[in-house]
C-alpha cells in the first residue's frame, strides 16, 4: 500500500510532521555540511527538513519509529479535528444533510447532524437530542457515512494543522 492512498495521509503538511518531530523530542538544527536544516533525535537518527514533506521522509519515519504506516500517520494528522466544523464544510459534506462522528472531551463518541439555527442533533437511544454550537464547541468532528464510517474531510477546513 502507498502512503498516499491512506485516508491520513490527506491533508497532511509539512508543517504537522514539523509538530510531531518537535513532540516526540526531535530538535532542528543546521547540518555541518551546510545543506540545510536537519531534524535530530534522541538517538542520533536524522532527517533533513526538507524531506518531512515527501513520502520518502514519511517512510523513512515509518521505518525508524517502528510502527505501521496508518499509526504514525494518525498521530501526526488526527482523523478528529478539534472544534466545530466551519459552515462551508457542514454544506459541502452531502449538502449540509452529512453525518458527523463526534467525540467529547470526556472521550464519548457521538453521531449527528448539524442542522441550521439548531446546532448539532444527536442520535440519542430514546430519540434525538439537540445540542447548541456553544455546547460542542469543544468536541472533535469528523464527516462520517450513514454507518459512522469516516469520509474524506473537505477541502477547505481551516482545522487542519
Not at 513520502?55 to 500517520?73: C, D, N, R, T, Y
Not at 453521531?111 to 460542542?136: D, N, R, Y
Request: glycine content about 10%.
Amino acid at each position: 500500500m502507498r502512503i498516499k492512498d491512506l485516508h491520513e495521509f490527506e491533508g497532511l503538511t509539512a508543517d504537522m510532521v514539523r509538530a510531531w518531530l518537535r513532540a516526540n523530542g526531535w530538535m532542528l538544527t543546521v547540518d555541518e555540511y551546510g545543506t540545510g536544516p536537519v531534524w535530530v533525535s534522541g538517538n542520533g537518527k536524522r532527517i533533513s527538513d526538507s524531506r518531512t514533506q515527501t513520502e520518502a521522509g514519511l517512510e523513512w519515519l515509518i521505518l525508524i519509529s517502528k510502527v505501521s504506516m496508518q499509526s504514525l500517520l494518525s498521530e501526526i494528522n488526527p482523523r478528529m479535528r478539534p472544534g466545530l466544523p466551519s459552515s462551508s464544510e457542514v454544506r459541502t459534506h452531502e449538502n449540509g444533510e452529512g453525518w458527523w462522528c463526534a467525540r467529547t472531551p470526556g472521550g464519548i463518541l457521538r453521531m449527528g447532524k448539524f442542522t441550521p439555527m439548531m446546532g448539532f442533533t444527536i442520535e440519542a437511544l430514546h430519540g434525538w437530542q439537540t445540542a447548541s454550537a456553544h455546547e460542542v464547541a469543544t468536541w472533535s468532528f469528523w464527516p462520517c457515512d450513514a454507518h459512522g464510517n469516516k469520509v474524506r474531510l473537505a477541502a477547505d477546513d481551516k482545522r487542519r494543522g
